[in-house]
């Protein structure tokens, strides 16, 4: 989803170590205006959120977007419950895998993208087992090697 052009403000690198994930959507997010700021600062942290149910819409959960420090007394919560944006049709979809189990929706990256607008890469995943993990870790190293022998014969 999203492009080498975007900025990324942050990034859920663990996720794809923790889950297999089987889709990615594209979602904007609802932001007050000491949260956009506070994002361009890139400070923000995603690595303990997910996507989840609240009253049938989907909101991003345990997000962490510090306090913007010139806002004052109109600063948001750090940790408060944040909407997404999504067509129906894809907010139906996910919402319905949320109830098929072993199934969650992770945030993978939050970014500004070409029109200035943050947005998050949600990855619908499924949680991997310790000798999934070995195992992907085991064909990384054979990648990463096979490059290695690769480079060395040229």
């Known amino acids: 989803m999203a492009r080498p052009t975007d900025k990324f403000v942050a990034q859920n690198r663990?996720?794809?170590?923790?889950?297999?994930?089987?889709?990615?959507?594209?979602?904007?997010?609802?932001?007050v205006g000491s949260e956009?700021?506070?994002?361009r600062s890139?400070?923000?942290?995603?690595?303990?959120?997910?996507?989840?149910?609240v009253q049938g819409e989907l909101f991003l959960i345990n997000a962490?977007?510090?306090?913007?420090k010139a806002a004052n007394r109109e600063n948001h919560e750090e940790r408060r419950p944040r909407k997404l944006l999504l067509h129906r049709r894809q907010r139906d979809k996910l919402l319905g895998?949320?109830?098929?189990e072993g199934i969650t929706i992770v945030p993978l990256a939050v970014y500004f993208n070409e029109r200035g607008?943050?947005?998050?890469?949600?990855?619908?995943?499924?949680?991997?087992?310790?000798?999934?993990?070995r195992a992907s870790e085991k064909e990384r190293?054979?990648?990463r090697d096979k490059a290695r022998v690769m480079r060395r014969d040229e």
């Open 14 to 31: 663990k996720a794809r170590h923790d889950y297999f994930i089987e889709d990615t959507v594209e979602a904007g997010i609802i932001l």
């Open 36 to 39: 956009v700021k506070s994002l």
């Open 42 to 53: 890139a400070s923000a942290s995603i690595a303990e959120s997910y996507a989840g149910s």
């Open 64 to 68: 962490f977007i510090p306090t913007y």
């Open 97 to 100: 895998s949320i109830k098929r």
């Open 117 to 133: 607008i943050a947005k998050v890469e949600l990855g619908l995943a499924k949680g991997k087992r310790k000798a999934d993990k």
């Open 141 to 143: 190293d054979w990648a």
